[in-house]
């Protein structure tokens, strides 16, 4: 089994930063692609950032210059790093990661169980 474990959420003001954190354990063969998507209330779920295992990184128009997404492959864990928080980035956020338990398995898609981030004005 694979398990993605976020921490980091919290309450912050608007201007304030928070970092969280995603770690993959159980039986891990490969990590592939990792990211972040948040959903707000009353809204579909979006990507917020992918770093793929080479470091090539993808964010979403809305945070671009203000979270930074980083990686450790040795932890198979991932982080995001969120400065200049806005209320409009208050919502649930959740961990993403795709996974190979071994050679004879496909890449699996999984997900954390989401971190609530708030940003008061």
């Known amino acids: 089994q694979v398990q993605l474990v976020e921490s980091g959420g919290g309450l912050v003001q608007a201007g304030g930063s928070l970092r969280l954190s995603c770690a993959a354990s159980g039986t891990i063969f490969r990590v592939n692609i990792m990211g972040w998507y948040r959903q707000a209330p009353g809204k579909q779920r979006e990507l917020v950032a992918t770093i793929s295992s080479r470091g090539n990184i993808n964010y979403v128009d809305s945070v671009k210059g203000r979270f930074t997404i980083s990686r450790d492959n040795a932890k198979n864990t991932v982080y995001l790093q969120m400065n200049s928080l806005k209320p409009e980035d208050t919502a649930l956020y959740y961990c993403?990661?795709?996974?190979?338990?071994?050679?004879?398995?496909?890449?699996?898609?999984?997900w954390g169980q989401g971190t609530l981030v708030t940003v008061s004005s």
């Open positions: 993403n990661a795709n996974i190979q338990r071994g050679t004879a398995y496909p890449l699996t898609n999984y």
